[in-house]
């Protein structure tokens, strides 16, 4: 294959976002991946105002979470329609798997399975917790959010969720939680969840307590199993070579798992940043677009959100009802600053200190004394 100005190593959201908006500014752009054009299998939520307007979902105007109606749209992408308007832009697929990558100062060559190699300028490791070309997976056991879900058509979520509606979260049962979201006009996904545990808790655990939720074990047009890490780091200060991007980058939110808005939303900054950088060269240009990921600001929200992480993790199960119900009625601008405000110091520390004030005595011991 000839040389390119950016390998992106990864297929998925994040990849394809970053591969999309590079190819956008002028790039050209390959994004390698197993199955080349291959349509993602997981359900991606985000908030409707973090959703470019081009890709298509399934949206929520009533949404709850601990009871409390939110007041902010909520979209399942249509996995299918996002895929097809991203691969008819300008980037190229290639079916095959990275297995590395060496740099330089005029670029890198990043390594396939099949043998073959493709050299470039810049490369984006947007392959998640694996960072194929970026570090590789943590050796440590990471918190981890897992989840097992149905699909089921929308009449069989009757007295669950209405139609039209999305439960992000239904304690009930803690220390799990019931997500309840529509993925299409007839069809419904029941997710019973686990934010945050070390080691996640397991899919047969999960599925139990999903038919012991619901009484029956449903007729699942698909069955979804989840495990992803929660506590990556962000991309260090002193990382070389690749651009880690989306989960690869540590950009999924410690509290709650979501990244894909992120992914969505940032990607043009980022490839905006790499084309300003361009005619630096190659180190320029892959300095740029780390720090275009990982601004000061966003180091900081993110920092205080791995303390949240852990706060959550020192709370007695039992007492995360409690917890989020402090969380949940916080002012729409505080609750909007924690959950998405990628960059909002202020709101970030003025939401975590309100869910503090707001907390009982029991829980404020244990948030103080958890550890990060």
């Given at each position: 294959m000839r040389r390119v100005d950016v390998v992106v190593v990864g297929g998925g959201p994040a990849g394809w976002a970053i591969g999309d908006a590079c190819a956008r500014v002028g790039?050209?752009?390959?994004?390698?991946?197993?199955?080349?054009?291959?349509?993602?299998?997981?359900?991606?939520?985000?908030?409707?105002?973090?959703?470019?307007?081009?890709?298509?979902?399934?949206?929520?105007?009533?949404?709850?979470?601990?009871?409390?109606?939110?007041?902010?749209?909520?979209?399942?992408?249509?996995?299918?329609?996002?895929?097809?308007?991203?691969?008819?832009?300008?980037?190229?697929?290639?079916?095959?798997?990275?297995?590395?990558?060496?740099?330089?100062?005029?670029?890198?060559?990043?390594?396939?399975?099949?043998?073959?190699?493709?050299?470039?300028?810049?490369?984006?490791?947007?392959?998640?917790?694996?960072?194929?070309?970026?570090?590789?997976?943590?050796?440590?056991?990471?918190?981890?959010?897992?989840?097992?879900?149905?699909?089921?058509?929308?009449?069989?979520?009757?007295?669950?969720?209405?139609?039209?509606?999305a439960v992000l979260m239904d304690w009930g049962r803690p220390p799990t939680f019931l997500y309840a979201v529509g993925v299409s006009a007839d069809r419904v996904l029941l997710e019973e969840t686990s934010l945050a545990a070390r080691p996640g808790v397991g899919w047969d655990v999960l599925r139990r307590r999903l038919h012991q939720r619901l009484g029956r074990e449903p007729e699942a047009l698909a069955v979804e199993r989840v495990r992803f890490p929660v506590d990556l780091p962000a991309t260090p200060l002193w990382h070389r070579g690749s651009i880690p991007f989306g989960a690869a980058a540590g950009m999924v939110h410690p509290a709650t798992g979501y990244s894909v808005g992120d992914a969505l939303t940032l990607a043009p900054v980022v490839a905006e940043a790499i084309s300003d950088a361009w005619p630096r060269g190659p180190v320029a240009a892959a300095a740029a677009g780390r720090a275009a990921v990982w601004s000061p600001r966003a180091r900081v929200v993110h920092s205080m959100r791995m303390h949240g992480l852990h706060a959550l993790l020192a709370l007695p199960p039992d007492r995360l009802p409690e917890f989020f119900e402090a969380f949940f009625t916080l002012p729409p601008d505080l609750r909007w600053a924690y959950l998405s405000g990628r960059e909002d110091v202020a709101g970030t520390a003025a939401a975590m200190a309100r869910v503090f004030r707001g907390a009982s005595w029991e829980i404020r011991r244990k948030l103080v004394l958890s550890r990060y």
């Open positions: 790039l050209s752009t390959a994004v390698v991946a197993p199955g080349g054009k291959r349509v993602w299998p997981a359900t991606y939520g985000v908030w409707v105002d973090q959703l470019p307007g081009r890709f298509p979902g399934a949206v929520s105007t009533r949404v709850f979470g601990s009871g409390h109606e939110l007041g902010r749209d909520y979209a399942v992408l249509d996995n299918a329609a996002v895929c097809a308007e991203l691969w008819a832009g300008p980037a190229v697929a290639v079916d095959d798997e990275a297995v590395g990558a060496e740099f330089g100062r005029r670029g890198a060559t990043v390594r396939l399975g099949s043998g073959r190699r493709v050299a470039c300028a810049v490369v984006v490791d947007a392959s998640g917790p694996r960072r194929v070309v970026s570090g590789g997976p943590l050796r440590r056991m990471c918190v981890e959010q897992t989840a097992y879900g149905v699909v089921v058509p929308s009449a069989a979520a009757d007295g669950i969720v209405r139609s039209g509606d």
